[in-house]
C-alpha cells in the first residue's frame, strides 16, 4: 500500500526521489580508559540516505578477525566489541560510514591502564565523564532523584526544602495551608547536557538546574500554569506553553532565548495566543536546524505556521473539509510530511490522520485509516500509530521517495499512554518500540523489524490520570539517548528501570512519589 493522492503529493515525492544525503556520523565514547580484563564497547551511529554501511579502522588498519579475533563487531558496523580487553587494544578506532554521494569519519579512543597509574584521560572519564552524566534526572513530590541506571543508584537526592542559588528561596516553597512541604512539577527539557529546565506549575515559575553543580541556580516567573516546555536546539530558545489556570481560560506562549548561557536568563512574551498546544519539530543528524513550528486549538480545524526565529504567525492551514480539530503532530523529512492526529468527536468517532505537505503546506488527504497518537522513529523511517480507543498499533515505512506503506497493523491488550524508541543491538538502522499503559501495570515491547510482540508484567500502577492533568501521558516511557540501553517508567510510588538490551527490568527504586516528570542527561 503506498500513498499517491494528488498531483503535488506525486510532485513532491519526484522531488525527494532526487534526494541524497552523505552520511554524518557520531560516536561513543570519544575516549574511555578500561583496566585489563574488563570489557570495552565503541559505540557508533550514522545516519544519511540512502542508508550508510559503517567499517572500523585500528590504527590506520581495518579491523578484520584476522587481524584481532577478540575484535567483534556487532549490528552492522554499530558496536565494536571487545570481551577481555588487553594494553595491546590501547589505540584510535576510527568508524568509517560510507554511502553512495560520501563518507564520515569519527574516532573513539580506548587506554588500557591499570589502576595505580591514572592518566588524565583516565581520570577525566571516570571523574568528570561519570559523576554528571549517563543519568536519570526525576522531578517527583519530594523533590529531585539522580539515578545512575548501570547499578541502579541514587546519586544525589535534592530535597524540597533545598535552596535556590541566586535567591535562598526554597525549591519548592511551602503554601499556605499546606502541612507537606512537596513539589509539583510538569515538564523538563535537558538543554545540552548543561542545563535542565523544569515547569513548577503551582508557584508560576521555571527553576533552572546547573547538572555539572547539580544545583538549582535560578528561579523564573513566567506566565500561571506553565504545562509544557520544547528546547528548540536550532535556535537555542525554550517555548513556554503556559494555560493560565486549569480550564485553559488564557494560554499564552513564552520564549526564553540562549537557553543554553543558563545565567540571567529572561523571559518574552509572545503574541501569539488561544492555542491548546504547539508542534516544533525534533532535530536529528542530518536535520539539524528547524525553521517553523505549528500552533492548535482544539476547538478549531486548522493549524497556525509560526517563524521559530521571529516567533511570527506565518499562515493558516485549514483541516475544515476534513473536519479534523488537531489533537497532536509528528514529522518525518523522509517526504517531508506532517502527520496530525485528529480529536474523535460525537459524529464521527474515529477521524483518520491527516498529512500535510511541508513543501506546499497544503493537506494532501488523510493517512488511510490511521488513525492514533503518532510518533516518528529517530531516522524519520517510520509513523508508529497509537489508537487507544481501538488499542491498535499500527507501523508505517516511509521511504527515501516518499512513499507511506504499512507495514504492521497489530492488536494489543494496551491503553496506550506514551512510547519512545530504542536503538536495536543486533541490526544498524532498526528500532524497538516500548509503550507504556494509562491503566495498566504492563509494558509492551515491539521489535520493529518483525512486529515481534511481548510484555514487561506488574510494573506496578501507573500515576491516575486525574492526578497528572497536564497531558495524557500519565506514565511516561523515557529512553536514554542515541546509544542507551536503559529505559525508566515510573509508577504511582516508585520507579522501574528497564535493560533494554536484554528486554527485561533492572530494577525497582521505591519510595519515589509521582516522579512522571524524567530528564536523561548523557549520551549513552
Not at 39 to 49: F, M, R, T, V
Not at 155 to 169: D, L, M
Not at 244 to 254: A, F, I, W
Request: hydrophobic fraction near 40%; glycine fraction near 6%.
Amino acid at each position: 500500500m503506498q500513498l499517491y493522492k494528488s498531483p503535488e503529493l506525486a510532485f513532491h515525492q519526484f522531488l525527494f526521489f532526487l534526494l541524497i544525503v552523505p552520511p554524518v556520523i557520531r560516536v561513543y565514547p570519544e575516549s574511555q580508559a578500561q583496566e585489563p580484563g574488563v570489557s570495552a564497547s565503541l559505540k557508533c551511529h550514522a545516519e544519511g540516505i540512502p542508508n550508510p554501511k559503517m567499517s572500523w579502522l585500528k590504527n590506520g588498519m581495518a579491523i578484520t578477525s584476522k587481524l584481532s579475533k577478540q575484535l567483534l563487531i556487532l549490528a552492522n558496523g554499530s558496536e565494536l566489541h571487545i570481551k577481555s580487553v588487553r594494553y595491546e587494544d590501547t589505540g584510535a578506532y576510527t568508524c568509517i560510514a560510507k554511502n553512495e554521494v560520501g563518507v564520515d569519519e569519527d574516532i573513539s579512543s580506548l587506554f588500557i591502564e591499570d589502576s595505580a597509574r591514572k592518566t588524565l584521560a583516565n581520570i577525566l572519564w571516570r571523574e568528570e565523564g561519570l559523576s554528571v552524566g549517563s543519568m536519570f534526572y526525576v522531578f517527583s513530590e519530594d523533590g529531585i532523584t539522580i539515578i545512575q541506571p548501570t547499578d541502579c543508584e541514587i546519586q544525589r537526592h535534592i530535597k524540597p526544602n533545598e535552596k535556590v542559588f541566586t535567591s535562598y528561596a526554597d525549591i519548592c516553597p511551602t503554601l499556605e495551608g499546606e502541612v507537606v512541604q512537596s513539589c509539583l512539577w510538569a515538564s523538563a527539557v535537558n538543554v545540552r547536557d548543561k542545563y535542565i529546565y523544569v515547569t513548577q506549575p503551582k508557584w508560576n515559575k521555571i527553576m533552572i538546574l546547573d547538572i555539572q553543580a547539580q544545583k538549582i541556580i535560578q528561579s523564573l516567573d513566567v506566565d500561571p500554569l506553565p504545562v509544557k516546555l520544547h528546547y528548540d536546539k536550532s535556535h537555542d530558545q525554550i517555548w513556554i506553553l503556559s494555560w493560565g489556570d486549569m480550564k485553559k481560560s488564557h494560554p499564552t506562549l513564552q520564549v526564553i532565548s540562549e537557553a543554553s548561557t543558563g545565567e540571567n536568563q529572561q523571559v518574552i512574551g509572545t503574541h501569539l495566543t488561544g492555542m491548546d498546544d504547539y508542534f516544533i519539530p525534533p532535530t536529528n543528524l542530518i536535520i539539524n536546524h528547524i525553521r517553523f513550528g505549528f500552533i492548535f486549538n482544539k476547538s478549531k480545524a486548522a493549524v497556525h505556521k509560526i517563524d521559530l526565529e521571529t516567533m511570527a504567525h506565518i499562515k493558516t492551514i485549514s483541516f475544515g473539509n476534513y473536519c479534523c480539530l488537531p489533537q497532536a503532530m509528528a514529522y518525518t523529512h523522509l517526504g517531508g510530511y506532517f502527520f496530525v492526529q485528529c480529536k474523535a468527536n460525537m459524529s464521527i468517532p474515529r477521524i483518520p490522520q491527516l498529512i500535510i505537505d511541508s513543501v506546499t503546506d497544503s493537506v494532501i488527504g488523510p493517512n488511510y485509516d490511521v488513525s492514533g497518537i503518532p510518533y516518528i522513529s529517530p531516522d524519520g523511517r517510520y509513523l508508529v500509530s497509537a489508537d487507544e480507543e481501538s488499542r491498535r498499533i499500527k507501523v508505517q515505512a516511509i521511504t527515501v521517495q516518499g512513499k507511506i506503506k504499512l507495514i504492521y497493523d497489530l492488536q494489543t491488550s494496551m491503553h496506550i499512554s506514551h512510547l519512545t524508541f530504542q536503538s536495536s543491538f543486533t541490526e544498524a538502522n532498526q528500532y524497538y518500540i516500548y509503550a507504556s499503559s494509562h491503566l495498566q501495570t504492563d509494558v509492551l515491547f515491539i521489535e520493529l523489524s518483525t512486529g515481534k510482540m511481548d510484555l514487561l508484567k506488574n510494573l506496578k500502577d501507573p500515576i491516575r490520570s486525574k492526578d497528572w492533568p497536564w497531558n495524557s501521558f500519565n506514565r511516561i516511557i523515557q529512553d536514554s539517548g542515541l546509544f542507551g540501553q536503559y529505559l525508566l517508567t515510573p509508577a504511582k510510588n516508585s520507579l522501574f528501570i528497564i535493560n533494554g538490551r536484554q528486554n527485561k527490568l533492572r530494577c525497582e527504586v521505591s519510595g519515589i512519589k509521582k516522579g512522571n516528570t524524567v530528564v536523561w542527561v548523557g549520551e549513552v
